[in-house]
């Protein structure tokens, strides 16, 4: 998973709400189970009306109740397959928000005027480390997790994250009681 620290640049705009997961990747292209290769099918139905355009920026600034619907994880999978690094909306579903965070895929909440304005500036900058947007004319803060936010600062995966305790680990395993099973390794 890459770290996260700042992305800067040109924003790409989906002003809709209640986006759904079923929106974001319909159902037919949920046959693998590889993180790969679903950006192609990203937001499939949209992409064929007439005026649909949707750049490949880093940064996507979305309506509210992003990614509600099912909990399919495919959805952070093709937003991230696509280009997206960060998401920028007023408000996100659960699930989604954490499959997102669970693969460096930042999902930020602001409120509706500001993501208004993002949306008019065309760009922005997202600061993980001071918790910041950035755009011409305005800053917002945004709130996060501590431990959300160290894993995105360090890149760090649910494996990377274990890892991170492996002599830990190491160390309780060698200190059980000889009654309790051990794992193999």
Known sequence: MKAIETITGPVSVLNRDDVDTDQIIPKQFLKRVERTGFGEFLFFDWAKEPDW???????LVAGRNFGCGSSREHAPWALEDYGFRAIIAPSFADIFRSNCTKIGLLPVE??????????????????????????????????IDPDVKHRLLNGLDDIALTAQSEEAIAAYERERPAHLPRVAG
């Open 53 to 59: 355009d949707l750049p490949r920026n880093e940064i």
């Open 110 to 143: 602001l409120p509706v005027e500001d993501v208004r304005a993002i949306a008019e500036a065309q760009e922005a900058q997202v600061d993980l480390a001071h918790q910041e947007v950035r755009w011409p004319g305005g800053t917002a803060s945004f709130d």
